[in-house]
């Protein structure tokens, strides 16, 4: 293979792997007027020069990094549940509540009907006959209530073992309406399941939500009580939570961030523009002089809210750029390829 059909075949490769393509500012102004890389680096990495004229027309944007605190989190999945049955057993219950008040009733004013036919009878006034007609009338009131006292009692007992004491108590609370916001839509309530040998932190934990899976757009959710029974494909106990998010209907299946109990860590915070990727492997372009830039390799990161947390790599006030790091990629491979006359 000639030296300039191999220089091509290369920097079509270089261009591949990297997934961008050379920036027509930069890139178009030949080979006399390419981007110098230094032959120093840091940590092994290539710095690329570019100055202030060509940062402009490239439209490279740089920001100072700022110090960031991080909770170390553990990721599980939810599901948002539609609360119409425990609406409906709500109603039962009220209906059962209701037979059972009026039971209550008629056994009153039968025991009041018994008492003042025995005074009668005691007076010679009533027969025997009408006596023991009311003490069975008694008796069957007295029997109907007994009824109705445990068809509610069925009705709690089935809302705590499907949905748990807490949720069973907001549902036949008399003192205000606790699934209004439920029902109208202002909240929506989540069955979060936890992975198998995870731990449910503090009830006060920032827990966060998305139907997407997208950490940095996750909703806080809030903690409501245990699910009275655990997933039996994951074999993970179960927790009730609450959100205000307008993006989860019921149905819909979230992803759940948890903190992982572990101390909260010290880093810095970057904007999710700032990564850059080469070989599965994540970088950020560090402006290590007026014009000089070079790569850093981000071997210990996670996602958060607006971006990413970097332990370790970068520094609290080091300058990262946030647009046009793939260019500068791909200038960094283009001064790799061999001049035609090497």
Known sequence: MSIPVFRLFLLIV??????????????????????PVKSEAEAGLPVVELDQDKQKRAGLEIIKVQPAVYQPEFAAYGKAINVQPLVAIRSQYRVALS???????????????????????R??????????????LWQTDKAQLAA???????????????????????AFATDKDRLGDFVSGNETLLLVTLPAGKEMPAADAAVFVDPEG??????????????PQIDQIVQGASYFFRTGSKRIRP??????????????????????????????????YVKTGQDAFSRRLLADYAPMAGGYFVRGALKPGEEIVTVGGQMLLSEEFRAQIPDEDD
Do not use: C
């Open 14 to 35: 270089v261009m591949v792997s990297s997934g961008v393509s050379l920036s027509a500012d930069v890139g178009a102004e030949g080979d006399g007027d390419a981007v």
């Open 99 to 121: 037979e059972q008040q009026s039971a209550s009733a008629r056994l009153t004013q039968s025991g009041q009907s018994i008492r003042r036919t025995e005074d009668l009878y």
């Open 123 to 136: 007076h010679g006034v009533a027969a025997k006959r009408i006596v023991q007609e009311q003490q069975s």
């Open 148 to 170: 109705r006292r445990a068809q509610s009692d069925a009705v709690l007992e089935e809302a705590r073992v499907t949905w748990g004491s807490e949720l069973a108590d907001w």
């Open 214 to 227: 997208n950490r940095s757009q996750a909703a806080k959710a809030v903690y409501i009580s245990p699910a």
């Open 251 to 284: 149905g819909m299946t979230v992803s759940v961030w948890l903190p992982e109990g572990r101390a909260r860590e010290a880093g810095v915070a970057i904007p999710g523009s700032a990564l850059i990727w080469s070989l599965d492997q994540a970088f950020v």
